[in-house]
């Protein structure tokens, strides 16, 4: 059982916007001295990608309908102006406590 | 461009080991430390372990510790993943990736136990 909570699955049409959430603890998400929250993508069959950094960081080529946010022990992921193409699992990630490293159980997005 | 290239795939039988290694390129090999990550068939992402190239430093997750083990070589740029005692919940894909934000990640590598 994963440590950070994630829904099982979202959906949304084409240029809608989509919000995925990921519930923690005040050791992991919600550590106020850390803004160690991740979040990769990854299709079928593919390897994950990053997608966000440090809560709300956009690596290089990421676009920016892809934005994070964190309120307290929750972290959010907003896909704006959804692309068929954003279909695919979307995990969040963060530190729990030194160097251990804990991934959300992961959510689907459905493009209908 | 930076690169990390994982060994090709394994079978293997329960109780024995596995050794799976990543090659690093484009960067200075100590400037990063590097994340084993597995994901068994269908199933989402495990954390697996974290090393230190500079220092060394080890940290394991809690489903292989005390049967894994992460080493470098800073003269190859590589970094290696041995699991032992293997069992059958131990299939899946292992993926390497470095730094603290898992920026770039291998190719990843089946392991198989059967």
């Known amino acids: 059982q994963s440590a950070l909570t994630q829904p099982r699955s979202v959906s949304g049409s084409p240029g809608q916007s989509v919000t995925i959430s990921c519930t923690g603890t005040s050791a992991n998400i919600g550590n106020p001295g850390s803004d160690y929250v991740f979040w990769y993508q990854q299709h079928p069959g593919k390897v994950p990608r990053l997608l966000i950094s440090n809560v709300r960081q956009r690596p290089a080529g990421v676009p920016d309908r892809f934005s994070g946010s964190r309120s307290g022990n929750t972290a959010s992921l907003t896909i704006s102006g959804l692309q068929p193409d954003d279909e695919a699992h979307y995990y969040c990630?963060?530190?729990?406590?030194?160097?251990?490293?804990?991934f959300g159980s992961g959510t689907h997005v459905t493009v209908v | 461009q930076v690169q990390l290239v994982q060994s090709e795939a394994e079978a293997t039988k329960p109780g024995a080991s596995v050794r799976v290694s990543c090659e690093a390129s484009g960067y200075n090999f100590y400037d990063y430390g590097f994340h084993w990550v597995r994901q068994a068939p269908g199933q989402g992402l495990e954390w697996m372990g974290w090393i230190n190239p500079i220092t060394g430093e080890r940290s394991y997750g809690a489903s292989v510790r005390g049967r894994a083990t992460l080493t470098t070589d800073a003269n190859t740029n590589t970094v290696s993943w041995e699991l032992r005692s293997l069992i059958s919940g131990d299939t899946a894909v292992y993926y390497c990736?470095?730094?603290?934000?898992?920026?770039?990640w291998g190719q990843g590598t089946l392991v198989t136990v059967s």
């Open positions: 990736a470095r730094g603290i934000s898992l920026d770039t």
């Open positions: 990630a963060s530190y729990g406590g030194g160097l251990n490293f804990v």
